[in-house]
């Protein structure tokens, strides 16, 4: 079974510019997360999708981070503009959806954005 | 304020020790995760335990949930070099809740 599937891997860009990450998650999974893990940090989750409706953004800093999932299934995270304390590594994670409460998040590998 | 405290922050130790690591919060958890992750990788689930006094075994790893909910340990045997990574602990208030994870116990196994 394919894993979650990130790119870039990496990307450095600087203040004030424009990015964005892609994310495809695990084939059949309903539920879709965004994670901030900051260097010496757990992640933090920015934002999560069930298909291709918001569950939860509250965390998201929406004047500058933006987050799309077309069709219930790939997404998008995109930052504009840029701040030095953006840098961080960006996690997507996705998830079957049990009705139980329990939950395995599958993670990928994450792209490590730099900001100079 | 982080809800979900881990200690020891970093640890090295030698090959073949025994080993603890703690995460603990003021605030009762439905459910605590513990995850490993490695460089360039992304966290990988290792256990979940929902009631409290749990206690669930991975081979050479023990976990367990604090009676109330509060806390939890992870306990590693005859530590290897393959057990070197950094230990999430995560878990959720509610069931509905976002997942909070705390900021990870780094361990280095020495050959």
């Known amino acids: 079974e394919a894993g979650v599937a990130q790119s870039p891997r990496y990307k450095i860009i600087e203040k004030r510019q424009s990015v964005a990450f892609w994310c495809n998650p695990i084939?059949?999974?309903?539920?879709l997360y965004w994670y901030q893990q900051i260097l010496g940090q757990g992640p933090k989750l920015l934002i999560q999708?069930?298909?291709?409706?918001?569950?939860?953004d509250s965390q998201l800093p929406k004047d500058r981070f933006s987050a799309e999932r077309l069709k219930g299934v790939d997404s998008t995270l995109k930052i504009q503009p840029a701040k030095l304390e953006d840098s961080a590594v960006y996690l997507c994670?996705?998830?079957?959806?049990?009705?139980?409460?329990?939950?395995?998040?599958?993670f990928g590998p994450g792209t490590r954005l730099t900001v100079t | 304020t982080q809800l979900l405290e881990q200690s020891p922050q970093f640890l090295s130790i030698q090959e073949g020790e025994n080993l603890t690591v703690y995460c603990n919060s003021s605030?009762?958890?439905?459910?605590l995760q513990w995850y490993r992750q490695e460089p360039g990788e992304g966290p990988v689930l290792l256990v979940t335990?929902?009631?409290?006094?749990e206690v669930k075994k991975l081979k050479r790893l023990t976990f367990q949930f604090g009676d109330a909910r509060k806390d939890s340990s992870l306990h590693i045997t005859a530590a290897q070099p393959g057990d070197t990574g950094l230990y999430l602990c995560?878990?959720?208030?509610?069931?509905?809740?976002?997942?909070?994870f705390g900021k990870g116990t780094r361990l280095h196994i020495l050959p």
């Open positions: 335990v929902v009631t409290g006094g």
């Open positions: 995560a878990g959720k208030l509610n069931r509905d809740d976002k997942i909070i």
């Open positions: 999708f069930q298909n291709n409706g918001v569950v939860d």
């Open positions: 084939s059949g999974h309903a539920t």
């Open positions: 994670a996705s998830s079957f959806t049990s009705g139980t409460g329990t939950y395995e998040q599958y």
């Open positions: 605030s009762v958890f439905s459910s």
